[in-house]
């Protein structure tokens, strides 16, 4: 009988069956009821993620791959509690070179944001360019340059908004977007918004680990990012002695103050003008995101999702056509 290809994980139902090609980003052997045990993986692929178990031959099927590594999987799809799972009898390390022939392209199997990379990038230089302060365009430009391998690729997030290939990119240019529409509304310093989208979240570059799957590093569980990006801003802005330190000082407040209030991780509250907007445009992003890929995740046939416990409520869902 004819093995036929999983489709992609966005169109798995309980009815596929079959092999393919994924990332895993979660591995864990865990204990079962009867004294056994099961692997429970998250898999990955360019249109999502789903959650397998491998039942049979855990123990030993564990050792053959790690977190973090691209896999091939024999599996069925099931329904377990209202969710789409994938239920797996065979998985290995894919082995690029061999497993090229059959389909395996590493870019299908990487969450990856909807724009371009290479266009997202040319936007960011773009708005550099721009800054009219020159001492604070030339900041942005070394940092560009130091942490650019990263600033290009990095997810913004292990789970909560763009946590995948470019989301970091693809937030800050957003932030810029819609910080800089509100900073010439209210004639405060847009400059300000487009440095502060470009160093808020810098220290991520270090917090996480990015290797296909995304993790904390030491230093991200130890100190976290606002702490990290503070120490990288600092060390930028070292390279000039005559940088001026009032600019200094408001980079540092933007960078402290982000996230908008202490229970939510700043260090401070935002007290300046362009401080306050640029937490306002930040949270708002990480929040459309968020509400938008609770409405795409809900499966319900009512008008409204499924109560959502990081946003503390239900959300209508717009009729489709």
């Known amino acids: 009988m004819a093995i036929f290809r999983l489709p992609p994980i966005a169109e798995i139902d309980g009815a596929a069956s079959g092999w393919g090609f994924f990332l895993c980003s979660q591995k864990d052997l865990r204990p079962t009821k009867n004294g056994g045990s099961y692997l429970s993986l998250m898999l990955q692929d360019a249109t999502g993620e789903i959650a397998g178990k491998v039942f049979d031959g855990a123990d030993s099927l564990n050792t053959q791959f790690h977190k973090g590594d691209f896999v091939k999987i024999q599996a069925r799809g099931n329904v377990f509690k209202q969710q789409v799972e994938l239920v797996i009898e065979n998985v290995r390390r894919v082995n690029p070179a ?3 022939v059959d389909g395996f392209r590493e870019e299908e199997c990487i969450p990856s944001s909807p724009r371009p990379l ?29 942490h650019g391998d990263r600033l290009r690729i990095w997810p913004a997030a292990v789970t909560v908004h763009h946590a995948y290939r470019g989301g970091l990119l693809e937030h800050l240019l957003k932030i810029m977007e819609v910080g800089t529409f509100l900073a010439d509304a209210y004639h405060v310093d847009r400059d300000m918004i487009v440095a502060g989208a470009v160093l808020h979240d810098l220290g991520k570059t270090e917090e996480l680990t990015y290797k296909g799957a995304t993790g904390y590093s030491i230093a991200g569980n ?7 990006g503070l120490g990288m801003l600092r060390d930028a802005i070292r390279e000039d002695p005559s940088f001026p330190n009032d600019l200094r000082l408001a980079l540092e407040h933007i ?29 708002l992003d990480a929040k459309m995101f968020q509400l938008r890929k609770h409405i795409a995740d809900d499966d319900g046939d009512g008008p409204f999702t499924q109560y959502s416990k990081r946003l503390d409520r239900v959300i209508f869902k717009p009729p489709t056509a």
């Open 98 to 100: 061999k497993d090229a």
């Open 118 to 146: 290479a266009e997202m990038w040319q936007e960011l230089l773009g708005r550099i360019a721009e800054v009219k302060r020159p001492e604070l365009r030339a900041l942005l430009e070394r940092i560009i340059a130091t």
């Open 222 to 228: 130890l100190v976290g990012h606002i702490a990290i």
């Open 255 to 283: 960078v402290l103050s982000h996230h908008g209030a202490r229970e939510n991780g700043s260090p401070v509250l935002p007290l300046t003008l362009e401080a306050f907007i640029f937490a306002t445009a930040d949270d």
